[in-house]
């Protein structure tokens, strides 16, 4: 489990810097341009990685300088308030990933969905455009994200998932002169 923890910020703090790297070669103009949101963007995920990365080393080097020696069966676990751990008994890394609730496993699975949403999000946005794509994934992912025993609400998921796209197009295009991929809506523009 920590391992998987140390290769996720790892990936995050990397990829953050490759993408930075990739969005510094965005030609630029003065004021925002095409590389703005980019070179955010990066930034954001390089901080984000490495606050992650800090984190997790964290939690490793804690239980390392606070650690008891318990001398018997490594099978055996040790009683409760006797370990490291304190009042836990100790367990093996995989009676740990045996105890994960049902729930963590299904955020598993909704973490993998939103990256089949972007990925179908990013495969749509040239025929679609950014209006209809991002209007479309918005509400998509608005009812991925709604806890299961929430029921979600559709119609409120629709008006919020059309305004935000219609704001954000209407922002970069107009306020900031960046054209964005308008799909079939282009006749329709001014």
Known sequence: ????????????????????????????????????????????????????????????????????????????PVAAGHGPLGDEAVRTEAQAEAAIPAAAKSDMATVGITLALIAGYVALLGSLGFPVATAVYLFVQFIVLTPRSIRPALPAYALIAAAAAAVIFVTFRYGFGLLLPAGPLTPLLP
């Open 1 to 76: 489990m920590r391992h998987k923890e140390l290769i996720v910020a790892s990936a995050m703090l990397m990829t953050g810097i490759v993408y930075m790297g990739m969005s510094m070669g965005v030609p630029k103009r003065d004021g925002v341009d095409a590389s703005t949101v980019p070179v955010i963007l990066a930034g954001m995920m390089i901080v984000l990685g490495g606050v992650e990365l800090v984190a997790v080393l964290r939690r490793w080097w804690a239980p390392l300088q606070n650690t008891t020696v318990v001398l018997g069966d490594p099978a055996e």
